[in-house]
């Protein structure tokens, strides 16, 4: 079972650089997340699809943008990369929003110079 | 606004020892979870438990333990006998009934020293 799946693993951007983040999920969860993991700061969720065909804003969602491709897929684009970017992403998933129960993907390391 | 905190940073142990990591949350809604993750080395979160609001009950799972007590809000996670594999960084996190967002702790890095 793959469950939740990131591509790529490792990217280094220059700064104003674009890039797009690939998540798939086989569960058939109804929502999704992506989250950005910094030192002392714990995970902070940048966006949300609650379910196939809607998007929201989470706490950090300045500089990103998200598609819900379809019900397996949630993307994530930076369109012009900054240093303050930096960070470990991650993917999430979970049978609904209000379940809480988050299923995460191995995470995605970007530095951008 | 939900708010969780996690103080300890970092703590070491030695193989087979207790260890209690702490967890204290702020929240405005009557009815909520709680949850905790572990991070183990390989980078990949993963869910270890889910309470919710109305049950205080302490729950057991093998070497784990949770304690939650609502009049001082906390959700405290303890290991008994630790091994090795426990190493990990451990996350605990708050969802609100009426709202979308998980809110997590900043973290707490478990090193077990064999």
């Known amino acids: 079972n793959a469950g939740v799946t990131q591509t790529p693993k490792f990217q280094v951007l220059k700064t104003g650089q674009s890039m797009t983040l690939q998540c798939a999920q086989d569960?058939?969860?109804?929502?999704m997340y992506w989250y950005r993991q910094d030192p002392g700061m714990g995970l902070r969720l940048i966006y949300y699809?609650?379910?196939?065909?809607?998007?929201d804003k989470g706490e950090v969602p300045n500089g990103y943008n998200v598609s819900r491709l379809n019900k397996r897929e949630f993307s994530l684009r930076l369109e012009s990369a900054a240093p303050s970017q930096t960070s470990v992403y991650f993917c999430?998933?979970?049978?609904?929003?209000?379940?809480?129960?988050?299923?995460f993907g191995e995470g995605s390391r970007l530095t951008v110079l | 606004a939900q708010k969780v905190t996690q103080a300890q940073t970092e703590i070491s142990v030695v193989e087979k020892e207790d260890v209690t990591l702490d967890c204290v949350y702020e929240?405005?809604?009557?009815?909520?979870?709680l949850f905790w993750y572990k991070q183990p080395p390989s980078g990949e979160l993963v869910f270890l438990i889910r309470?919710?609001?109305?049950?205080?009950q302490n729950e057991i799972s093998g070497r784990y333990s949770w304690n939650f007590q609502k009049s001082t809000s906390s959700f405290n996670f303890t290991i008994t006998a630790s091994q090795v594999v426990d190493s990990a960084v451990y996350f605990c996190?708050?969802?609100?009934?009426?709202?979308?967002?998980?809110?997590f702790g900043e973290g707490t890095q478990l090193t077990v020293n064999p």
């Open positions: 999430a998933s979970s049978e609904w929003v209000s379940t809480g129960e988050l299923f």
């Open positions: 569960m058939n969860h109804n929502s």
């Open positions: 699809s609650a379910s196939e065909g809607t998007t």
């Open positions: 929240t405005r809604d009557t009815t909520y979870y």
């Open positions: 309470r919710n609001s109305f049950d205080e």
């Open positions: 996190a708050l969802k609100e009934t009426s709202g979308s967002r998980l809110t």
